[in-house]
């Protein structure tokens, strides 16, 4: 079965500091895909990174860094010097061999100033 | 056009209404999906097409759902008799890839509440 756990509802932090998010995953397939996706009050679903299951190279883009382990099937992300504006519902997802992706419950993350 | 286009941004229904969402994907998309989020929790998968086909329907939580895109671009998402649970963000996203898997692109949704 599919499942995408992120056991964090709800984070605050003061601007500045970092912060990382976390992301279990359950799947039996060997080939997926993990993303992560960002909600800000507006609504609609901001994309972030595309994972696939054969590419365990942690990613850097500026103040964001994304940590996949297969051996503990996480997929956890990290931003550095947190900012008021990253304040948004962050969402890990998981996509197979079909095509719809797997959300997990999201994140709340508070930033202030 | 530029993004994902949904429409209206928002409905109230009264029980027992019927309702049709609208979504416009970028032009030239071939997959079009939607999401169902309720309140406080992660959208959940609904139906997918790849241009007018309908490949997937299986997340379509009754028979009262009803999706379509009859000519591979805008589709509808159809929910008849609505009732007090079908309130909702419905999320439509499209993808130029044929299996969506290098990110979709989503709309703003549509805030779906029925009283």
């Known amino acids: 079965a599919q499942k995408v756990t992120q056991a964090q509802t709800e984070i605050s932090v003061v601007e500045k500091e970092d912060v990382t998010l976390d992301c279990v995953y359950e799947t039996r397939d060997t080939t997926y895909y993990l993303f992560w996706y960002k909600q800000p009050p507006s609504g609609e679903l901001v994309f972030l990174i595309r994972r696939n299951s054969f590419d365990e190279q942690n990613e850097i883009s500026g103040r964001y860094s994304w940590n996949f382990q297969k051996s503990t099937s996480s997929f956890n992300f990290t931003i550095t010097a947190s900012q008021v504006v990253d304040s948004a519902v962050y969402f890990c997802a998981l996509s197979e061999e079909t095509d719809k992706l797997i959300f997990g419950t999201g994140t709340r993350l508070q930033v202030f100033p | 056009g530029a993004g994902v286009s949904q429409s209206p941004r928002y409905k109230v229904a009264k029980r027992g209404q019927d309702v049709a969402l609208r979504c416009d994907p970028i032009?030239?998309?071939?997959?079009l999906f939607w999401y169902q989020q309720a309140l406080g929790q992660g959208p959940e998968f609904l139906t997918y097409?790849?241009?007018?086909?309908?490949?997937?329907k299986s997340g379509l939580p009754s028979d009262r759902f009803f999706a379509e895109r009859p000519e591979g671009s805008v589709s509808t998402l159809k929910i008849q008799r609505t009732q007090q649970e079908d309130s909702a963000v419905y999320l439509c996203a499209s993808s130029s890839d044929q299996r969506g898997g290098y990110g979709y692109t989503f709309g703003s949704g549509t805030r779906l509440t029925v009283v």
């Open positions: 097409f790849q241009n007018e086909a309908q490949l997937d």
């Open positions: 032009s030239g998309h071939v997959s």
